[in-house]
């Protein structure tokens, strides 16, 4: 509690969590954090420069947040990791192919290290959707697969990998965003399913790892089922009536960001943000330019000293309890390239073929196709581009490396032309209409694995297209691992 200009109850950032400008904390940034009283901050790719630097802000934030101070970042593996010095970790759905709790638990102990190294203190991670939807535009890979039992047995193990090593995870996007064909991050996607259809799916991992789980991160999507009105992140019958009080759950509860369109576009910032709290959240997530933070922050001050936040004083101790059990220090730096075989080997043990692909002989020439200069969609980094895949490529095989700007451009039965196997790479974050029936010799697929149920080819499925996922398919190509892995969806 805080005795500050707003009075005897939780300063309004003490339920809010923002974003900062840069990699560092410059002055006008630490003096609003300090105004509003702010408890908790996100970071991005934007505040990431090298370990050393991310300490030092880290080192800086914690004199400005306090004791209690909760430094969080997406941290996932595969795709969603903004640091680029640390070894790249498994994506979730590769991890579900190798179907491994403990190599899933050793994982995420090395993203957690990882992160406790430098002060921060809470990843927002695991992913516990069940990906059902072939056609998500934002799960995909990020899940363990489309198995709630499966995603459960992982998710679980990669709880323990973050408990064993003092970061506080949180899971998300609850009640689940992997049966949707929108993006939150631009519309209010809905699940129409029926309550019983939600527990059996959606709701089982989260509702199974409640006991072993310090946070949860809402979703901004409508289920009629549950709430016919409301996103869950505004939702009281869905954080309070059902996660409070049915499952009984007493961590954290924290919204995604609130800049995303599903919210922003419908209920705007301020009111949202009081909504959510209302609705059962403990920490409302209050990232973009300063003006949209203090949008949040005055409207939750004046709901705070209006009476309208219920149970204020009980999130602020949920969030001081996180913050205690997992707290951020000043530790050595220790050298993590020390994880790289093992995090090959993690990436190693997903690989997984698609109707029996066969390596070309090592030494032979082939004709690589790859996009050119992929782009970073939304939460998640841009895939290699053609030039790298072909330097990659260029260690086994003389390379004649055939780059595209858009699929819709590949002339097909010129590529095939002559005896030179064509190797098609795709690095799309989304599935491609253009690729579909596209009959390649071998299909690399090293981003979204759904693209194999398009490419008409054998396939080997990456699930990630991070260096360490293509030393391992490196490997594979020249006849030094297998293809161990196991589809984790329906095809």
């Known amino acids: 509690?805080?005795?500050?200009?707003?009075?005897?109850?939780?300063?309004?950032?003490?339920?809010?969590?923002?974003?900062?400008?840069?990699?560092?904390?410059?002055?006008?940034?630490?003096?609003?954090?300090?105004?509003?009283?702010?408890?908790?901050?996100?970071?991005?790719?934007?505040?990431v420069q090298s370990p050393e630097q991310l300490r030092t802000l880290c080192a800086d934030l914690r004199a400005v947040l306090g004791e209690h101070a909760l430094i969080a970042l997406d941290h996932e593996g595969g795709a969603i990791l903004r640091p680029?010095?640390?070894?790249?970790?498994?994506?979730?759905?590769?991890?579900?192919?190798?179907?491994?709790?403990?190599?899933?638990?050793?994982?995420?102990?090395?993203?957690?290290?990882?992160?406790?190294?430098?002060?921060?203190?809470?990843?927002?991670a695991p992913v516990l959707d069940v990906n059902v939807n072939p056609a998500n535009p934002v799960i995909g890979e990020r899940a363990y697969g489309a198995d709630p039992e499966k995603v459960t047995r992982q998710g679980r193990a990669a709880l323990a990998g973050h408990a064993r090593e003092g970061v506080a995870a949180c899971v998300k996007h609850f009640p689940g965003h992997g049966d949707t064909f929108q993006d939150s991050h631009l519309t209010l996607p809905r699940v129409d399913k029926a309550r019983a259809e939600l527990d059996a799916g959606e709701l089982a991992p989260f509702r199974a790892l409640l006991d072993v789980t310090p946070a949860v991160m809402t979703a901004h999507i409508v289920y009629p089922a549950l709430d016919p009105e409301h996103p869950a992140t505004l939702s009281r019958p869905i954080l309070t009536g059902l996660l409070r009080d049915e499952w009984g759950y007493g961590g954290v509860i924290v919204t995604d960001s609130m800049g995303m369109q599903a919210i922003d576009a419908n209920d705007g910032r301020g009111e949202a943000g009081v909504l959510a709290l209302r609705a059962g959240?403990?920490?409302?997530?209050?990232?973009?330019?300063?003006?949209?933070?203090?949008?949040?922050?005055?409207?939750?001050?004046?709901?705070?000293?209006?009476?309208?936040?219920?149970?204020?004083?009980?999130?602020?101790?949920?969030?001081?309890?996180?913050?205690?059990?997992?707290?951020?220090?000043?530790?050595?730096?220790?050298?993590?390239?020390?994880?790289?075989?093992?995090?090959?080997?993690?990436?190693?043990?997903?690989?997984?073929?698609?109707?029996?692909?066969?390596?070309p002989p090592p030494g032979s020439r082939i004709r690589l196709v790859?996009?050119?200069?992929?782009?970073?969609?939304n939460v998640s980094e841009a895939g290699a581009d053609a030039e790298t895949?072909?330097?990659?490529?260029?260690?086994?095989?003389?390379?004649?490396?055939?780059?595209?700007?858009?699929?819709?451009?590949?002339?097909?039965?010129?590529?095939?032309?002559?005896?030179?196997?064509?190797?098609?790479?795709?690095?799309?974050?989304?599935?491609?209409?253009?690729?579909?029936?596209?009959?390649?010799?071998?299909?690399?697929?090293?981003?979204?694995?759904?693209?194999?149920?398009?490419?008409?080819?054998?396939?080997?499925?990456?699930?990630?297209?991070?260096?360490?996922?293509r030393?391992?398919?490196?490997?594979?190509?020249?006849?030094?691992?297998?293809?161990?892995?196991?589809?984790?969806?329906?095809?």
């Open 370 to 377: 790859a996009h050119r200069t992929p782009v970073r969609e």
């Open 389 to 469: 895949l072909a330097r990659d490529l260029g260690t086994v095989y003389d390379v004649e490396l055939c780059p595209f700007d858009a699929p819709e451009d590949l002339d097909w039965a010129a590529l095939a032309g002559g005896d030179v196997p064509v190797v098609l790479a795709t690095t799309f974050r989304h599935r491609q209409p253009a690729l579909r029936g596209a009959r390649p010799d071998l299909h690399l697929a090293l981003y979204n694995p759904y693209a194999v149920l398009d490419v008409d080819a054998p396939a080997v499925l990456a699930y990630g297209f991070r260096p360490e996922a």
């Open 281 to 359: 959240a403990d920490l409302v997530m209050a990232l973009g330019q300063r003006v949209a933070q203090e949008e949040t922050l005055e409207a939750i001050a004046s709901a705070l000293r209006a009476g309208e936040v219920p149970d204020a004083g009980a999130k602020a101790g949920r969030l001081r309890a996180l913050a205690e059990g997992y707290p951020s220090r000043d530790l050595p730096l220790p050298d993590f390239t020390a994880d790289r075989p093992a995090v090959i080997e993690g990436w190693a043990r997903g690989l997984t073929g698609w109707r029996g692909p066969a390596a």
């Open 84 to 124: 680029h010095f640390w070894p790249f970790v498994p994506s979730a759905m590769g991890l579900g192919a190798a179907d491994d709790p403990a190599l899933t638990e050793e994982m995420n102990a090395v993203l957690a290290r990882q992160l406790r190294a430098v002060g921060i203190n809470w990843n927002f």
């Open 471 to 491: 030393a391992a398919l490196l490997d594979w190509l020249r006849g030094e691992r297998g293809l161990p892995g196991t589809l984790p969806f329906d095809s």
């Open 1 to 47: 509690m805080t005795t500050t200009e707003f009075g005897p109850l939780p300063a309004p950032g003490a339920l809010t969590m923002v974003d900062i400008p840069g990699p560092v904390l410059d002055a006008g940034t630490a003096e609003h954090l300090r105004r509003y009283g702010v408890g908790a901050v996100c970071l991005f790719g934007k505040n």
